[in-house]
């Protein structure tokens, strides 16, 4: 009995000790990916997740058709704050560095860095003439109160049992071991009773996802922030442009700052939402669209090159979200104005491949391409579908298999216009970033899900929970993408997914509308421009 007691409380004392290593190195316990548009090249890394520490920190850049070849500089940067002056004493300092050497076609490049400790730390990413810096936290992995009262009742009722019966053995009186057994039953009933309870309390506030990550509470949640269910909800954040010098046809670059909307501070808890931390839209005047990634140079600061190519008005809006604060799409108040750079004035030319047109077929970038979007009916569902190329082998880019933007309502002049169309959508009631959310490799495409701003619907079809049954005709196409059992969702080196992309969006008013549909497909994104016209409610035209 003695010896089985004794093997108990080994057995405890182990699980007590043990759950000191690391978890992953995003919010979300998986891997992280960012989009990044540096310099002239659009990127994507995937930062895989740490399995223990000290550990590697695996980085995969993925490249798009086009991107020049060149050697990009990594390095961990740790930045949490800590009483501990030891724990903090490397922060700001880059700790490990790689290198990465891009090709000139399409891929994955990879290279490895080394991780120490557990925090928040900064992916810095130089390519010679900027430099990038994106969060990460590497969260450590710590026992939650409800189970070290667990352990701590067997091992208490273990110890009195071994009391129990020792005095039972040696006391002249037996009615001496109710005592130490009584804390048996106590102890036992305690553990008990933590258990069952420990399923209703809430988890601790997330570092990095919730509340702001420092070493302290990254390394143990519970002991720096009790569990509680508040909002963590921010202020919305005001976005300002600066000033941008270039003129039309030449290369410049676009400064943004993040201020906080209370206390006017950079807002510097932005955190990787849909594949990037910033989200940037460009409208320019000719209606051409830029889908762009800034990247973050200093905490509040973003800044991103551009060519813009024809002289004139650009509206810009920028999509992120805040450290616990929700998803928020906020346009700049002024946009950009750019000057003519040539001797010669006159109305830009705009590709054929770019004029806007309704739905129908078109080849955009040599992919022959078809749009269907019937019964556009203001206030009612409706569902557009581009079917990209005639076979599955788009890639998931930011982590969908499409996305589309859509402006409006605008007059029928102004959406047409050549000189316009970027003044116009700097004062249109809606803008919307909508996304087809998942598919299977077979072609079927369901779940999707918008962002809007002005009175554009918030949530347009809601996105399938894990709970909820799924009917015969969308059962298993969420699989293709959507992570499961703790998997990485599907990267860009699938090409299996399409080559149909639906969308279901409630357009709010009626009137002309201008709508951008995104696909990547042979490693190169396509910009899909097209001229909706929706009917008001009740069938007037």
């Known amino acids: 009995m003695a010896r089985v007691v004794v093997a108990v409380l080994c057995a405890l004392g182990l699980s007590v000790g043990a759950g000191s290593s690391a978890g992953a190195d995003s919010t979300a316990g998986g891997d992280l990916k960012v989009a990044q548009t540096l310099g002239d090249r659009d990127l994507t890394f995937m930062l895989r997740r740490v399995t223990g520490l000290p550990g590697p920190l695996h980085v995969d850049v993925f490249t798009h058709r086009g991107t020049a070849a060149g050697t990009l500089r990594l390095g961990t940067v740790p930045t949490g704050a800590s009483h501990d002056r030891a724990a903090g004493s490397s922060a700001g300092t880059t700790t490990s560095s790689a290198s990465v050497r891009l090709g000139s076609t399409p891929g994955s490049y990879s290279a490895a860095l080394d991780i120490d400790r557990a925090g928040p730390w900064e992916l810095v990413v130089d390519d010679g003439s900027r430099t990038a810096r994106i969060p990460f936290v590497v969260p450590g992995q710590a026992t939650s109160p409800p189970e070290l009262t667990v352990f701590g009742g067997f091992v208490t009722a273990g110890v009195l049992m071994l009391v129990t019966l020792f005095v039972a053995v040696r006391a002249r009186r037996g009615a001496w071991a109710l005592v130490p057994a009584g804390g048996v039953v106590a102890a036992l009933a305690t553990a008990v009773t933590a258990a069952l309870l420990s399923a209703s309390l809430p988890m601790p506030p997330e570092p990095g996802g919730q509340v702001d990550a420092t070493n302290d509470n990254v390394a143990d949640p519970y002991a720096v922030v009790r569990p509680v269910t508040n909002d963590y909800s921010r202020p919305p954040v005001s976005l300002e442009t600066g000033r941008y010098p270039a003129r039309a046809a030449e290369r410049g670059t676009l400064r943004l700052s993040v201020h906080d909307g209370s206390t006017g501070l950079p807002a510097d808890d932005l955190v990787v939402h849909d594949g990037a931390l910033m989200h940037l839209l460009v409208i320019g005047p000719t209606g051409e669209l830029w889908h762009l990634h800034p990247i973050r140079t ?71 391409v078809r749009l269907s979007a019937p019964s556009l009916t203001a206030g009612a569902a409706s569902t557009l579908t ?156």
């Not at 200093?298 to 509206?315: C, D, F, I, K, T």
């Not at 004035?345 to 309704?358: I, N, S, T, W, Y």
């Not at 696909?519 to 035209?541: C, F």
Request: glycine share 14%; charged share 15%.
């Open 298 to 368: 200093a905490p509040g600061s973003y800044e991103v090159q551009l060519r813009l190519p024809a002289a004139g008005h650009y509206a810009v809006s920028a999509e992120f979200a805040r450290r616990g604060g929700g998803i928020q799409q906020v346009r700049s108040a002024t946009g950009l104005t750019v000057a003519d750079g040539s001797a010669r004035g006159g109305d830009p030319a705009l590709p054929a491949e770019l004029a806007p047109r309704g739905p129908g077929e078109r080849t955009v970038d040599g992919v022959p």
């Open 386 to 541: 581009a079917r990209v190329g005639d076979t599955p082998t788009l890639q998931p880019w930011l982590g969908m298999v499409g996305h589309m933007i859509v402006v409006g309502p605008l007059d029928k002049a102004d959406a047409t216009s050549p000189t316009r169309m970027g003044r116009a959508a700097q004062g249109a009631p809606v803008w919307a970033h909508a996304h087809s959310m998942g598919g299977d490799m077979s072609g079927h495409m369901s779940g999707h899900s918008a962002h809007g701003m002005g009175d554009a619907p918030a949530h347009d079809m809601a996105v399938m929970d894990q709970g909820d049954e799924p009917s015969a005709s969308t059962s298993g196409s969420m699989s293709g993408l959507m992570p499961l059992n703790g998997d990485s969702p599907a990267d860009e080196t699938v090409a299996a997914y399409g080559p149909d992309v639906s969308f279901v969006y409630t357009f709010s008013r009626p009137g002309y509308y201008r709508v951008w549909i995104q696909a990547e497909r042979d490693s190169a994104v396509l910009t899909m421009p097209y001229l909706l016209h929706v009917s008001p409610a009740g069938g007037a035209k």
